[in-house]
């Protein structure tokens, strides 16, 4: 894929990162939120494949290579400052490491009980189950 922006033009934090905020193409659903260095969005950007680097392992992280669950790109969009990217993705499986659909599980009952984002992670949680 060819990018309408360069990776240098996009704000890196002091550890050469930038987010990147992953959504289902197929519900709008918001799946994770992981980081990219260079070799991780160029490696996205040529093999189709939501790729990262992990903070934690310090390793580059190609989402679904032990799981089985891919991210598919379908979009990269990069924000209005160049400091976060959207990634819209089709999603095989579960994107969180729980077994969950997204990451984003934990409801504020408060907030959310009459939510259709709310409602929709339930569906797919069931859709799985």
Same mark, same amino acid.
């Given at each position: ?6 990776? =240098?033009?996009?704000? $890196?934090?002091?550890?050469? +990162? &930038?987010p990147v905020v992953v959504q289902e193409a197929?519900?709008?659903?918001? +799946?994770? *939120? ?5 070799? #991780?969005? %160029? ?5 189709? &494949? ?8 310090? =390793?580059?992280?190609? $989402?679904? =290579?032990t799981s089985g669950h891919y991210q598919h790109? !379908?979009?990269?969009? #990069? ?8 990634? &819209? &993705?089709?999603?095989?499986? @579960?994107?969180? !490491?729980?077994? !969950? !659909? ?6 504020? #009952?408060?907030?959310? @009980?009459?939510?259709?984002? *709310?409602? #929709? +992670? $339930? $569906? @797919?949680? =069931? %859709?799985? @189950?």
């Amino acid at each position: 894929m060819k990018s309408s922006y360069s990776w =240098e033009q996009l704000k $890196k934090d002091d550890k050469g +990162l &930038v987010p990147v905020v992953v959504q289902e193409a197929s519900t709008g659903m918001v +799946l994770m *939120v992981a980081y990219m260095n260079k070799e #991780a969005y %160029e490696l996205t950007m040529e093999s189709g &494949v939501m790729t990262y680097w992990s903070r934690s392992r310090q =390793e580059l992280w190609i $989402k679904g =290579e032990t799981s089985g669950h891919y991210q598919h790109v !379908h979009a990269i969009f #990069a924000d209005c400052d160049y400091d976060t990217l959207l990634a &819209v &993705v089709d999603q095989d499986g @579960a994107a969180c !490491h729980t077994g !969950h !659909h997204s990451c984003f599980f934990r409801e504020d #009952a408060e907030w959310s @009980a009459e939510s259709t984002y *709310v409602q #929709a +992670l $339930k $569906k @797919a949680a =069931e %859709e799985q @189950a």
